[in-house]
């Protein structure tokens, strides 16, 4: 294996464990303490994700939902 595989293999387990760490309860209760939503939290991880992997339209697709979504929360324009 390449430094490039290892690389992009490293990454992928780092995205594996933040979608895990997401769909924990005791964690989901921590970020909503926060006021943190966890779903959109959730799609902002897929969007980091497809953005790794080249997915522009993917993660300009999911990136931008959320952006939006943030923005409509505070009362702000997107």
Same mark, same amino acid.
């Given at each position: 294996m390449d430094t490039a595989d290892t690389a992009e293999n490293e990454l992928d387990?780092? &995205?594996d464990d &933040?979608?895990?760490l997401l769909k924990?309860?005791?964690i989901? =209760? &921590?970020l909503t303490e926060?006021?943190?939503n966890?779903? &959109?939290a959730i799609v902002i991880a897929d969007g980091l994700r497809a953005y790794i992997e080249g997915k522009k339209e993917e993660a300009a697709d999911d990136l931008g939902t959320a952006a939006e979504?943030? =923005?409509a929360r505070l009362g702000r324009p997107a």
């Open positions: 387990e780092v &995205l &933040l979608d895990v924990n309860q005791e989901g =209760a &921590l926060r006021g943190v966890t779903s &959109l979504e943030i =923005a």
